[in-house]
Every structure is written in structure tokens, then in C-alpha cells.
């Protein structure tokens, strides 16, 4: 049996199994990231794994109207109480995001503000 040589053994294998899949695939950035959001609601994933996955795809251009494209395609295959789910569980990830932006900007504003008061 391997040992763990990380103190998040679970994250890294996760980090690598990504990492893998997308050297793997030949689909670009938002193309991947629109069949992984597709397949997250096909399994009914968790808010977690939205938010995980919504931050990558925003940063490879995607916005809001791409992922309300993939759920409307695949709402006739997945039903509608997986969109109903998904949808929530995006909108929770998204809150998630808004309130780590602004704890981000207000400890960046009291770092600005210390600094300023160690100027004067």
C-alpha cells in the first residue's frame, strides 16, 4: 500500500485525475469545462463541485448564457428535476464565490489601509 505524502492525499488525486483528463482530451478549455458543468448535472453533483468547476470555466471566457446553453440542451435527456437541482446548486456556488470576492477585497482594503497608516 502507497503511503500518503501530502497532508490533502484526497485533493491531490482529485488535482491529478483532472490534470490528466485534460491533457487527455482534445476538446479546447470551453468546450471541456461545458461537458464536465453537463456531467455534474447528470450525476446531480454537489455545490461544491459546481463551484469548483464554474470558477475554471470562468476562467476560459465563459459566461452565464454557456452554461444556461448546456443545461437547456440537456434538460430533455437529464429531466427536469436534475436542471431544477443544478440550478440551485449553481446559484449556491456562485454565492460562494461573491462572498470569497469580498472578503478577498475587504482584507486587501485593510492590508492598503495598514500600509498607509505605516507611512504616516
Not at 452554461?67 to 446548486?89: M, Q, Y
Request: aromatic share 2%.
Amino acid at each position: 500500500m502507497a503511503t500518503a505524502t501530502s497532508d490533502t492525499p484526497v485533493l491531490d488525486l482529485l488535482a491529478g485525475m483532472t490534470a490528466d483528463s485534460i491533457e487527455a482530451s482534445n476538446l479546447d478549455g470551453q468546450s471541456l469545462l461545458l461537458v464536465r458543468i453537463a456531467a455534474l448535472v447528470a450525476v446531480d453533483a454537489p455545490t461544491a463541485s459546481y463551484f469548483l468547476n464554474l470558477e475554471a470555466a470562468d476562467r476560459v471566457g465563459l459566461d452565464v448564457e454557456a452554461v444556461r446553453g448546456v443545461l437547456t440542451a440537456i434538460a430533455p435527456i437529464v429531466g427536469t428535476a436534475r436542471i431544477v437541482s443544478a440550478t440551485a446548486r449553481i446559484v449556491d456556488a456562485l454565492d460562494i464565490a461573491l462572498e470569497i470576492a469580498e472578503e478577498e477585497a475587504e482584507i486587501e482594503a485593510e492590508e492598503l489601509e495598514s500600509q498607509q497608516d505605516d507611512r504616516a
